[in-house]
């Protein structure tokens, strides 16, 4: 007899929808994410979120994410360009490696071993890399998000 949560996570597993050799019968997804004010939503925050949609385990070709900047700002416009250059990296790395969180902030800052149950060496290499990689995207996104602010001030 399969419970009720077993079923649930039966009927959401895409492979029922997809055949290979055939096209995807799931459905075309696009997801809106809205900001206002750098001040108030932190960049990382956003760019974290962005992330986190473009990685999610749906065919690449059937989501799009745009990002609604209501207050216009240069700042959004800056993360969103290094945002993008960074996606390149991770989205493939959270499917190759099937990780979970997938907001890059959120995975790296977890305090479990992220090498429990992964001993390919393709895995550590390339997770210390990303980690490399998000840590030179964080660092500056705070820094511009602190000038901002700065800037706000004066």
């Not at 419970?3 to 492979?15: A, H, P, Q, S, T």
């Not at 055949?19 to 925050?45: H, M, N, W, Y």
């Amino acid at each position: 007899m399969i419970g009720r949560e077993e079923k649930f996570l039966n009927i959401l597993k895409l492979d029922r929808y997809e055949r290979d050799g055939e096209p995807s019968q799931l459905a075309a997804i696009d997801v809106f994410v809205s900001t206002v004010d750098p001040s108030k939503e932190p960049p990382l925050v956003t760019a974290n979120t962005i992330l986190s949609i473009l990685a999610v385990d749906y065919p690449v070709d059937k989501i799009s994410c745009y990002l609604s900047d209501d207050g216009a700002a240069m700042l959004t416009f800056e993360v969103l360009s290094e945002t993008s250059e960074f996606a390149r990296k991770w989205v493939p790395f959270c499917k190759n490696f099937n990780i979970e969180p997938r907001a890059p902030e959120v995975y790296f800052a977890q305090k479990i071993d992220p090498l429990k149950d992964k001993v390919q060496i393709s895995f550590v290499k390339e997770r210390r890399a990303m980690k490399v990689y998000f840590s030179s995207l964080a660092a500056p996104l705070t820094f511009l998000h602190i000038t901002f602010l700065a800037s706000d001030l004066s």
